[in-house]
């Protein structure tokens, strides 16, 4: 699939002007606009994210709201300014957002800042950077880094990256302090904010204000032992709420729903292939169709490009008559045959298709558990949506097309997995039916998930929201974008759009956090302080991922609570300090174990580079990202804990290990 995504994105790339829409005109900025930072001349925005940026809001879950104003936001060298209407939105900032700031000549591991390597650090009493929750007192973990891409030293980000997601709508102060350089020597903190951290000023002072507004960061700061002398910079800022965070995708699911009532989804089905022995030994059958959705996208249709339509309150809204047509596939086992099959989605990988679902590792494991499998185009995220994609890299005005229209996806989803399990849906209709009328489908048990890849990383969202779905496989996941493009592999093609619209690596970086900020409504990131609420997850890693980032999967599993399989590598194979720190163990004395839980496949591959670059071959060999959906021991495992709830040890006693494809 990596390949074929490539050979697109060389078309594409060529078609983006023609087929991405032009950005719409700038609106007004939000009436609270007080400018750059003055802690941080070096760019504006910095550090980031930053209430500075927040205006007081009392109709908000935090009390504040994000108000970025048009000359905030950083143009990209061919565009015009940043309508910041879609960010002024949150009543705070991304609860996996990186926090970035700028320290010239700043030397990490003479600093002692934590690395990924050693998290625990980051915890320690004398820490050199201090993350705090105000509310709550707690140390917050986390680990530091340069960014390994910057070309300018005098341009390079500190970036600090939360081991797990900050608490929905919980406020945080960071302090900075004794930074050094590479010859151990302190660097001394800059005037601005020296002024700020010392004695009271005047009302005239121009920084009069903002030392009134870190005020209380500052002394949550010294309430936890963080005293002013030797701060390099503190700053503080208000993690967005659960509802600022998903109540888009809320307000789609109970709107749509609602008019369905009871209903079953309107749904056509448009083909049907029965399958030899000789042809699939494994498939019986193929069913293709089309599901009707509401839709709440601004153009009828929804073709890519839209964003959701919004009444005047800001809340999505349905276009009088607008229509989603959801085109789906199905694979239904020969087993289903003797045994009526249970139903389970399956989400593809980045920016791909619903034909994922006929390949060879889905179709061994419909057989292996007996399970019918379908998808749709996770529409935002698919191959039809790469223009606007690369077009949003150019243009950021276009990037709030991306989750917006993946919400629509994510809806279009929900509707399929009703339609499976509604006695009038699908198994109504001949094609879920043998010669005889019998149902080839069980809806007496919901619908299970299984995505890989990028269907892992949006699958948690789809999951969180689900009224039908209680249990999934986020196969080779993580969540976070903004933590997982430098990281990956599959990167590099965009990469190239991005270098020519914004060529410092700088501003990249902070980029790349306004749009996790706005992704958040349609990725895991958003969801997951809430995820296993009410739903049983099941991660699979490989070992090494070049696409996929280990680090990005740790900070899902720590903050979801999912347990870890142990042993989970072999010894000395981890370079970390603790390997896996932060993600309770679970012994394969305490299977099967009902909750959930990650379980690490080993094929050999290198240990992935512990600075945010990609692992890229031959360099880091064979890259395992496909080897644990091809192993028939990572399948049995993913249908018991489907089909019962349990997680179950498929490895001995040693740590699982997959067989590297090709």
């Given amino acids: 699939m990596r390949q074929r995504l490539l050979h697109g994105l060389a078309a594409a790339l060529c078609a983006a002007a023609v087929l991405v829409p032009s950005a719409p005109p700038a609106r007004a900025a939000a009436p609270h606009t007080p400018g750059c930072d003055p802690l941080a001349a070096a760019e504006c925005l910095l550090p980031f994210p930053n209430d500075w940026y927040t ?3 009392p109709g908000t879950d935090t009390g504040r709201r994000v108000a970025f104003g048009t000359t905030d936001l950083p143009r990209a060298t061919t565009g015009g300014a940043i309508d910041p209407t879609a960010w002024n939105r949150s009543d ?9 700031a700028q320290v010239p000549g700043i030397d990490p591991v003479a600093t002692g800042a934590a690395p990924l390597t050693d998290i625990g650090r980051s915890l ?11 509310g709550t007192g707690e140390r917050w973990p986390y680990w530091a880094e340069l960014d390994a891409n910057a070309t300018d030293p005098a341009r390079r980000a500190l970036l600090i990256h ?19 350089d590479s010859a151990g020597h302190t660097i001394p903190a800059a005037a601005p904010f020296a002024a700020v951290a010392g004695k009271p000023l005047p009302p005239g002072h121009p920084l009069h204000a903002r030392q009134r507004q870190l005020r209380p960061a500052l002394a949550a700061l010294r309430g936890a032992g963080v005293r002013s002398e030797g701060l390099y ?43 030899t022995a000789e042809q699939d030994p494994r498939i019986a059958r193929e069913v293709t169709g089309r599901i009707r959705v509401p839709g709440y996208l601004d153009r009828p249709g929804g073709p890519p490009g839209s964003v959701l339509h919004r009444g005047r309150d800001g809340t999505p809204r349905r276009l009088p008559r ?6 789906f596939r199905c694979e239904i086992p020969r087993a289903a045959f003797r045994t009526p099959s249970r139903p389970s989605l399956y989400g593809h990988g980045l920016l791909g298709r619903r034909s994922e679902v006929g390949a ?66 699908l198994t109504a209709d001949a094609a879920f039916r043998d010669d005889t009328g019998r149902p080839l489908l069980d809806v007496r048990h919901g619908v299970a998930y299984d995505g890989n890849s990028q269907g892992g990383i949006l699958g948690g969202a789809l999951l969180a929201v689900s009224p039908d779905i209680r249990r999934g496989v986020l196969g080779v996941t993580g969540m976070n974008y903004g933590l997982l493009l430098n990281r990956s592999a599959d990167f590099a093609p965009f990469q190239q759009v991005l270098d020519q619209s914004y060529p410092d690596r700088l501003r990249q970086q902070i980029v790349l956090q306004l749009f996790q900020m706005v992704w958040d409504r349609g990725e895991t990131d958003g969801y997951a302080n809430h995820l296993t609420d009410h739903h049983q997850v099941l991660m699979h890693i490989a070992y090494g991922d070049h696409q996929v980032a280990n680090a990005a999967a740790d900070v899902e599993a720590r903050t979801i609570g999912a347990r870890l399989l142990t042993p989970a590598l072999a010894p000395g194979r981890s370079p970390d ?25 080993d094929s050999g591959t290198p240990s992935p580079p512990t600075t945010n670059t990609a692992p890229t071959e031959p360099e880091y060999g064979h890259d395992p990202h496909s080897d644990p959906r091809n192993s028939s021991a990572a399948r049995q495992q993913k249908v018991t804990f489907l089909t019962t709830g349990r997680v179950i040890n498929v490895c001995g006693n040693t740590p699982c290990t997959a067989v590297p494809t090709s």
């Avoid at 276009?398 to 499976?420: I, K, S």
């Fill in 55 to 57: 205006r007081p809001d």
């Fill in 92 to 100: 705070g900032f991304s609860p996996g957002s990186t926090l970035i």
């Fill in 124 to 134: 320690a009493p004398d820490a050199p950077v201090v993350l705090l929750d105000t």
């Fill in 162 to 180: 939360p081991a797990r997601n900050f608490r929905d709508g919980h406020h945080y102060a960071v302090a900075l302090r004794r930074p050094k």
């Fill in 233 to 275: 910079l503190a700053w503080d800022f208000t993690v967005a709420s659960t509802r600022s965070l998903t109540g888009d995708l809320l307000a789609l699911r109970d709107d749509a729903f609602r008019r369905l009532g009871d209903r079953a989804p309107d749904v056509d089905i448009t083909d049907v292939t029965d399958l």
């Fill in 322 to 327: 607008n229509t989603q047509i959801a085109t």
């Fill in 360 to 425: 060879g590792n889905v179709r061994a494991m419909a057989a292996e558990g007996d399970f019918t499998f379908c998808a749709t185009d996770w529409i935002g995220m698919a191959e039809e949506d790469i223009p606007v994609v690369l077009g949003a890299l150019a243009d950021p005005n276009l990037f709030p097309a991306v989750p917006e229209r993946t919400e629509q996806g994510m809806l279009n989803a929900l509707f399929l997995a009703r339609a499976l399990i509604h006695p009038r849906g």
């Fill in 577 to 601: 300090t603790v390997p896996y720190w932060g993600i309770r163990p679970l012994a394969r004395g305490q299977l099967p174990h009902r909750g959930s839980a990650m379980t690490v496949w």
